[in-house]
């Protein structure tokens, strides 16, 4: 199902997938700094079907059909997104009981907002190819991306799916990632104070990211921590290797969610 949030005037795109928020916990799926709903392909579908829980995406401003985001974007741009937006996407939705799923950005978000909100509502994190802070590699990738933009057939590319926001959704995540100030981006302090349980998942061939992000989660973690290192992936675990990732994530949120009372899958 399919619908337009109102967030503050603004319009957020967002689609259900099975259980209603009323009727079982929510995965809601956070996207990459160049996704939106669409992006995700049939996983939400899927995710939704391997869980028994309901999943729910959306296009934060500035991607997919959601209203467009003012540019440049701040530095600041995943924290404004976690902490003042994130929560009103939450309460438009109807969730009740959330497990946070996030890719890369979307993952970055999921941080911010688990160690830095106390909402009960979330009761676990799953963050696939999370940045915690900015590594040499992110850098060249995301410049190597701003080439393809401008020269090659990226723009084209992400227009099928970002429509009139195209220029909005890449401008917004590229202009920021490659500003030298960002180079100083770091969100360790949240793991700390984070008091839910995480899944990590990140492909071996992370052109975005090295382990050392995976690392840095443990390190700093005091609740459990669990991790998914995938062979022959890239920086879309949920792409490139679906089938080891929904069954991951399933099990995780199954475990984890099954532990409240009432808060068994629909359908597992």
């Avoid at 994530?249 to 009432?262: C, K, P, Q, S, Y």
Wanted: charged residues 25%; proline residues 6%; negative net charge.
């Amino acid at each position: 199902m399919e619908r337009m949030l109102d967030i503050g005037g603004r319009k957020i795109e967002a689609a259900f997938f099975g259980p209603s928020p009323d009727k079982a916990p929510t995965l809601v799926l956070l996207h990459e700094g160049l996704g939106c709903v669409a992006m995700w392909r049939d996983f939400p579908e899927k995710l939704a079907k391997a869980s028994g829980y309901g999943v729910l995406a959306y296009s934060r401003f500035g991607y997919g059909k959601s209203s467009p985001a003012p540019l440049p974007r701040p530095l600041s741009y995943m924290h404004d997104e976690a902490l003042a937006v994130l929560p009103q996407v939450l309460d438009a939705a109807g969730v009740k009981k959330a497990v946070l799923v996030g890719h890369s950005d979307g993952a970055s978000i999921a941080v911010i907002y688990g160690g830095g909100a106390q909402d009960f509502r979330v009761r676990g994190l799953v963050l696939m190819a999370p940045h915690f802070f900015v590594e040499d590699v992110s850098v060249k990738s995301i410049a190597a991306a701003k080439v393809a933009y401008e020269t090659g057939g990226l723009k084209a590319r992400l227009a099928k799916y970002h429509g009139e926001n195209t220029e909005n959704a890449f401008r917004g995540w590229n202009d920021a990632w490659l500003d030298p100030e960002f180079r100083d981006w770091n969100i360790e302090e949240y793991i700390a104070t984070i008091r839910v349980p995480i899944l990590l998942i990140q492909g071996e061939d992370d052109a975005y990211g090295t382990l050392k992000q995976l690392d840095a989660c443990e390190r700093e973690a005091y609740c459990p921590v669990e991790r998914l290192v995938l062979a022959r992936c890239g920086h879309a675990p949920q792409i490139e290797q679906p089938e080891e990732t929904l069954r991951a994530i399933a099990d995780f949120t199954n475990r984890l969610l099954a532990v409240h009372e009432g808060l068994r899958p629909a359908a597992a």
